[in-house]
């Protein structure tokens, strides 16, 4: 009787041995996100990549989302520091740092966020990889959020009606349009939107219409200028802390790189079309008005007009870093234009 229960005694101290093991040998990959947790990369993109990573990598690496940790301008810095392993950031809120991303916000691009997203980290790899933008980060992805659109809180009827109104914008290629159009600019990160423009601090903001679901605009910026390909596209990248990578064995490190680049690029771009459709569908139901212009409509007309020599001034302003931005913006719409989804 002894002796099967010291058998016993020992059969459970081995598995608790072992699942002590299991435990120890299981990574949290720490992401740091700023949106809500009812938005489109914190519901679909960070799940569906950390389902991504955990199978590939058996279960030893799992994805977390973590919150608060600051603002998305400080998160590249955030994560290089090893305060979080990895997060998303857009680049306009970090002027001068990101010029070469912002290629891909060019007015006129006229593609869904998939297609521009591929588009966009094939050429970032090809080309603008090597100005290392993003020095002491591992750039996981890079992606483009859907056309930004004007949304406001009184109708326009056209252009020249944003002439000195006070209109939120994130930065990047939005600031150049929003310097031509002759509105005053208000800086802010998108979760404060909502409160901006509730409190009248701004008239307007120039974002994807998925914003009316997500960020709930359709309370409070009740009229939509829906132009056709949109006024630009907002330039997103997804990096990682190196250390932790080298933290991990070459497996799982690579395990986490074969689930990432272009396969993580295209889900982010497809994740955010989708919120643009669904952002579309609340706005209708909540009785937004919505104007849809069309290609040939005076509105788009005058738009395309507002932004003629944009690309001159990108291509100007990344002189410096050694690249043939000529050719890459010339390949990014290629790409992007000739995507199948």
Do not use: C
């Not at 809120?93 to 521009?116: D, N």
Request: charged share 20%; glycine share 10%; net charge negative.
């Amino acid at each position: 009787m002894f002796i099967i229960k010291k058998v016993k005694s020992l059969t459970l101290i081995a598995l608790l041995m072992g699942l002590t093991n299991i435990a120890a040998a299981e990574t949290i990959m720490r992401v740091a996100s700023w949106l809500p947790p009812t938005h489109v990369q914190n519901a679909v993109v960070w799940p569906t990549w950390g389902k991504w990573i955990e199978e590939a990598t058996e279960g030893r690496v799992k994805l977390e989302i973590e919150y608060g940790l600051g603002h998305p301008k400080t998160l590249f810095e955030l994560v290089e520091d090893g305060v979080a392993d990895a997060s998303f950031s857009y680049h306009g809120y970090v002027p001068g740092r990101f010029k070469l991303a912002l290629g891909v916000e060019e007015p006129l691009m006229g593609t869904s966020a998939e297609a521009a997203s591929v588009a966009y980290w094939r050429v970032h790899q090809k080309y603008f990889a090597a100005a290392n933008e993003h020095d002491g980060l591992t750039v996981a992805g890079v992606f483009v959020h859907g056309p930004g659109q004007i949304q406001t809180i009184e109708p326009i009827s056209s252009l020249a009606d944003l002439k000195g109104k006070k209109i939120r914008i994130g930065g990047g290629v939005p600031a150049e349009i929003g310097n031509r159009l002759g509105v005053t600019p208000v800086g802010a990160p998108a979760p404060k939107v909502y409160e901006l423009l509730q409190q009248g601090i701004v008239d307007g903001v120039f974002l994807p219409i998925a914003e009316q679901k997500t960020l709930r605009l359709n309370e409070v910026a009740r009229n939509v200028v829906a132009l056709p390909g949109g006024m630009y596209l907002g330039s997103f990248s997804i990096f990682i802390n190196p250390d932790f990578l080298d933290s991990l064995s070459d497996k799982d490190r690579e395990a986490i790189m074969s689930v990432s680049g272009e396969k993580l690029s295209a889900m982010a771009g497809k994740a955010w079309d989708s919120a643009d459709r669904e952002g579309l569908k609340a706005a209708e139901e909540a009785g937004v008005n919505i104007v849809k212009v069309s290609a040939d409509d005076a509105f788009a007309k005058d738009f395309n007009k507002l932004v003629e020599g944009m690309d001159q001034i990108w291509l100007d302003s990344v002189a410096d870093r050694g690249v043939d931005a000529k050719s890459a913006l010339a390949e990014l719409r290629s790409i992007a234009h000739s995507y199948h989804e």
